[in-house]
């Protein structure tokens, strides 16, 4: 079955390659150059657009990996993206594409795996012509030597810690812990270099689940059994141990989960058994941050009816976690809030622009040990960072979460995304994702040593997104917004409107930032922009920083009061 499985979809992937390389050079010039110049779109929770989906990653495998083939010729495009833009290498020898020893021996290894690996599925067809024995024997020989390879740039162990000289455990963090998985085609040199990557920009020790590579080829096909048939490999099922082991121990109030390309289809498969076993208290401490996340979903329910019944009545606050405002006091109870079993039912009815409506706001705000009682899901905090460029991010994050589910019944993909339009848009985590998005700072006196993450001077953090416009209305039957708007913070025609974005969970206030209205349309409409800096969760906790929130195992009642948490 297996076998099987790696033949058809990686015979997939050679034909398209061949059957659209002769159109390829000049769409690819045309799109690389729509990405020459840097842009940062702030999408809210499960957005909606013109284009509608109508599968899910609960539908039969077959129609999952003919939608995968299919969308894989809409975005192949982007393919060289996975490796360009070559240079820069700004991380020095911590990057993927950097010419170092460890780097350049990688390589190899993984250009002669691809040889042997495309030579071997060009060459299955050929086997009905050989004895059955002659032909199980060079399968088993291919595999063989397949496997060796890999040995020599797979460790021997799955976890993997980040050096202690980037980042060492400091009292003021013992209550945290951070678990990193990585992507495709990562052997052990490249993950430990993530590791210290990631170490030194948020200054602690980060815990690696290393998802060992097998060749680009087939792990490109592993993905695809991992996403559309829920397979999980071993470092999934020691993941998902080592991340329910971390939420039951009481030493720790939050556990963040990074993940890159393939490592979010793990962690979205590790996030889905989490959400069926533990308590939602405990499931308050995660936070999940992905950058090129290939999955095809990412779970994190309502924790009950009410709060699903008012985001489906208010999509933009519900999209932004935000806290709505009443102008009035609010109308009577709908009548799923009415007593007895099986009265609920959702109002999928467009919201009526009365004296009730509800303003969504955004504050910069943090949160805290306890579930958002404001977006009212189980897991507090999801980002998800993505490049417009990036093949794999197209495929996965940025398809899932810019169409409209075509029914309510479907799963969503939830978490904010910021995805990026840069030139250095590429796939890679180090190379082209955090130095673009969390570039390092060089040190005054040697600056081939790094001090920690740039706080000064960072393109992408210092960018503006376009929050909103006066004018702009919300299609009912979206579960979010269009990105051309966020939120309206105040009446038409308002100056000096205040806007707030909230992180999803109790919060308290950090700041306010007031709407920059230099901006207007040419119709007039006033434009509300913010930073991307004012946005993102993950830039606070860099150089050892923290979200500005109460103490840890603190939570705040309904009526503001900071209580002790009880597990």
């Known amino acids: 079955m297996s076998l099987t499985l790696y033949s058809i979809a990686s015979l997939g992937t050679v034909v398209a390659g061949l059957l659209t390389m002769a ?98 599925i060009l060459s299955l067809p050929l086997m009905i012509l050989l004895p059955i024995w002659t032909a199980v024997l060079a399968i088993a020989l291919f595999f063989v030597v ?20 980037y980042a060492s455990a400091l009292p003021e963090h013992a209550h945290e812990q951070w678990v990193f998985i990585n992507g495709v085609a990562a052997g052990e040199h490249w993950m430990q270099n993530n590791l210290n990557r990631l170490a030194l920009t948020f200054k602690r020790p980060i815990l690696g689940i290393h998802n060992k590579t097998a060749g680009i080829i087939f792990d490109v096909v592993e993905c695809l059994v991992q996403r559309n048939l829920g397979f999980a490999t071993t470092d999934v099922r020691v993941c998902y141990r080592i991340i329910k082991e971390k939420l039951y121990n009481p030493q720790y109030s939050k556990v963040i989960f990074v993940l890159h390309s393939q490592g979010a289809i793990e962690g979205s498969l590790v996030l889905d058994w989490l959400l069926q076993e533990l308590p939602q208290d405990l499931l308050s401490k995660l936070e999940v941050y992905t950058f090129g996340n290939a999955a095809n979903h990412f779970n994190n329910p309502h924790r009950h009816v009410h709060s699903q019944d008012i985001a489906l009545n208010n999509p933009v606050a519900a999209s932004l976690d935000s806290a709505p405002i009443l102008r009035t006091p609010s109308p009577k109870p709908h009548a799923s809030e009415s007593k007895g079993p099986h009265t609920h039912k959702p109002n999928h009815k467009k919201p009526a622009t009365s004296s009730f409506s509800v303003i969504p706001t955004l504050s910069w705000e943090t949160s805290s040990f306890s579930p958002s009682k404001i977006s009212g899901r189980a897991i507090g905090h999801i ?72 706080e000064e001077g960072n393109e992408f953090m210092e960018s503006e997104i376009v929050i909103g416009a006066e004018g702009n209305e919300m299609d009912s039957v979206r579960e979010a917004m269009d990105v051309s708007w966020l939120a309206r913070g105040g009446e038409k025609d308002g100056e000096g409107r205040e806007v707030e974005i909230h992180g999803g969970s109790p919060v308290e206030q950090k700041g306010r930032f007031r709407s920059r209205t230099g901006a207007v349309e040419a119709d007039g409409r006033r434009v509300t922009r913010v930073k991307v800096k004012e946005l993102s969760r993950l830039w606070q906790y860099r150089n050892g920083r923290s979200p500005e929130e109460k103490p840890p195992l603190l939570v705040r009642d309904g009526e503001g009061v900071v209580r002790t948490a009880t597990l």
């Open 23 to 120: 159109g390829l050079g000049s769409f690819w010039r045309k799109k690389s150059m729509s990405a020459s110049i840097n842009a940062t779109k702030f999408v809210g929770s499960q957005i909606g657009g013109k284009s509608v989906i109508n599968y899910s990653y609960t539908d039969m495998p077959w129609k999952l990996i003919a939608f995968d083939v299919y969308y894989f010729f809409i975005f192949i495009w982007a393919l060289p993206h996975i490796l360009f833009p070559i240079t820069p290498a700004d991380s020095g020898d911590l990057a993927e594409l950097s010419l170092t020893r460890g780097n350049l021996f990688c390589i190899a290894v993984h250009f002669v795996l691809c040889i042997l690996q495309l030579g071997f």
């Open 146 to 165: 397949n496997h060796g390879l890999c040995m020599l740039i797979n460790g021997k162990v799955v976890e993997y810690h980040s050096d202690p000289k």
């Open 383 to 454: 980002e998800h960072y993505a490049h417009t460029t990036d093949f794999v991010a197209l495929w996965g994050v940025l398809h899932f979460t810019s169409s409209t589910p075509g029914s309510h019944s479907m799963p969503r993909f939830i978490g904010r995304v910021f995805a990026r339009t840069s030139p250095r848009g590429g796939h890679q985590l180090v190379q082209h994702y955090l130095d673009g998005m969390f570039p390092l700072e060089k040190g005054q006196t040697n600056p081939k040593k790094f001090t920690g993450c740039q």
